[in-house]
């Protein structure tokens, strides 16, 4: 499944193959870093905030001088990011003004099924008919036209999350268009630190592209509808690299402690990030939330859909100095990401205390409930794209009921890398290859990155939300190629 002009990415890093653009590639660091603005509700009440977004396309100038159109939340790429208490119920309209149906998923909320983007639970555009809704006749979702309501309760911790289009079999082109954006949970015990905060607390959502001559994003072309042979069966990464959608920007800071909130919003791109000079990433927080203490990093291995809050101290540099986020697993311009620039001396009152939360360790109780998850390439007489457990994503078929309430210890299995993420609860990584987590599974997790023949061990408990879930990999293209599962929550 290549098309010309394309090669393969040779870097150790990455299984996923590089769409190279069509258009010269601009000079780095000369774009100031956008931050995507904050949602505002329309209206709130004691307990809920109420917000509408249009779905719609726009042309955006992402490149300079070239017109890029997007599939965007509000028209942006990234949408608008969501800004909310925990305990606070967030209500949001979302309006279909696109030519192709959508589904919205809160990845990582603790979200009713009804509103978890179940992938055929479409959204279909006005003025479009259901019966455009169904691939290979499948049926069985709620479909929707022209708008629907998603409510997410917002009754978990603290944490970075980030909304994407779900839609079944076409989440990865969707989301390389614009489908995403960030859903910020704040609490109590998170406002009680001492953390850097206001300008100083900055969202790096991370995702690389690839353009054609005309401007538009190169991705392949889907002609055949779903299936094999229209897809990239590895996985696309792009040759450009963008924050905050904008092409290696460049941000100046104070010689000063900042939070950042990375995020790996990439179909398949894995990072492994490094700054030039003496700073370290100081972790604070992962997928859900704070840590219990900061774990330091000198390198940040950062796989699709993983978030890492992170606090980077720019006091150590003098003033004037260019300080570089790099990719040690890009090649060629795929190595730079974006710049920091030392501007000026400042004043830091804030810190990053040795306890950050009441984080705990789930207990090993006896006779936990097993299960085994094996995620591989289709074997010769199955499915010819990925699988789970051997078989490609059926909705009508239930790999796993779960009680809730109930400890279960999941093993995920890999043949080559792939982000395993579970929908609906945290979990907490027991084991990698046999020995103690890795240095990047500290905290609540909602995806981990399972690298080649591997084996990951996880601790979860289901507390919330009877129904349909999902776990899958969260390589974009792998999940389209049917690298998904579903199980009931009972
Ligand atoms: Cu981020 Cu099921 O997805
Ligand atoms: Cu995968």
């Known amino acids: ?56 396309k726009a042309s955006l100038e992402i490149l300079p001088g070239l017109k890029t159109e997007v599939l965007g939340y509000d028209g942006l790429l990234p949408g ?27 990845h990582g909320g603790h979200t009713p099924a009804s509103s978890d983007g179940w992938p055929l639970d479409l959204l279909m555009p006005d003025g479009q008919h259901h019966d455009h809704a ?104 792009g040759d450009v690299q963008l924050v905050n959608g904008a092409p290696w920007p460049v941000l100046e800071v104070d010689a000063a402690r900042y939070r950042f909130r990375i995020l790996n919003a990439a179909n398949a791109r894995r990072y492994e990030l490094a700054l030039d000079g003496p700073a370290r990433f100081v972790q604070i927080g992962s997928d859900g ?15 699709p859909a993983e978030r890492f809050d992170v606090v980077v101290d720019f006091s150590q540099y003098t003033v004037g100095t260019q300080v570089t986020l790099t990719n040690k697993l890009g090649t060629g311009r795929a190595t730079q990401v974006m710049r920091f620039v030392v501007a000026r001396k400042a004043v830091d009152d804030s810190n990053v205390p040795a306890k950050l939360s009441s984080y705990a360790a789930l207990p090993e109780p006896a006779g936990l409930v097993r299960r085994k998850w094996r995620f591989r390439r289709g074997q010769a007489g199955e499915h010819r794209g990925w699988t789970i ?7 009508e078929v239930m790999q796993a009921t779960v009680k809730l309430d109930q400890y279960e210890l999941w093993s995920f299995v890999t043949d080559v890398h792939h982000p395993v993420h579970v929908h609906l609860a945290p979990f907490q990584v027991l084991r990698r290859g046999g020995g103690p987590p ?3 599974d500290a905290g609540w997790k909602d995806t981990v990155d399972v690298r080649p023949a591997e084996v990951v061990d996880v601790l979860v408990r289901f507390t919330t939300h009877k129904g349909k879930y999902l776990i899958h990999c969260h390589n974009l293209e792998h999940e389209d190629m049917a690298m998904m599962a579903a199980f009931a929550t009972v």
Request: charged residues 20%.
């Open 1 to 56: 499944a290549t098309l010309a002009g394309c090669g393969l990415d040779p870097s150790p890093g990455q299984t996923a193959e590089l769409l190279t653009s069509a258009v010269p590639l601009p000079e780095p660091f000369q774009v100031p870093l956008p931050i995507p603005p904050v949602k505002r509700p329309v209206r709130s009440d004691a307990k809920t905030d109420y917000y509408r977004v249009v779905q719609r």
């Open 80 to 106: 608008p990011t969501f800004d909310v208490r925990s305990g606070r119920t967030s209500v949001v309209e979302q309006v279909n003004q696109l030519d192709v149906p959508t589904v919205v998923h809160l």
């Open 134 to 237: 169904g691939h290979h006749g499948m049926t069985g979702g709620d479909v929707k036209t022209g708008s629907r309501s998603y409510t997410f309760p917002n009754t978990q911790r603290a944490a970075t999350l980030w909304y994407h289009d779900h839609r079944m079999d076409y989440t990865a082109p969707q989301v390389y268009r614009g489908l995403f954006g960030l859903h910020l949970i704040r609490d109590a015990e998170e406002d009680a630190l001492p953390l850097p905060a206001g300008d100083r607390e900055v969202p790096l959502v991370l995702a690389d592209r690839s353009f054609n001559e005309d401007g538009s994003f190169r991705y392949p072309a889907l002609k055949d509808g779903p299936g094999v042979e229209s897809r990239y069966m590895e996985g696309v990464i």
């Open 289 to 303: 939330g704070l840590l219990g203490a900061p774990v330091e990093h000198e390198t940040l291995v950062v796989a």
């Open 389 to 395: 457990n051997g078989k490609p994503f059926d909705p």
């Open 438 to 440: 890795g240095p990047y």
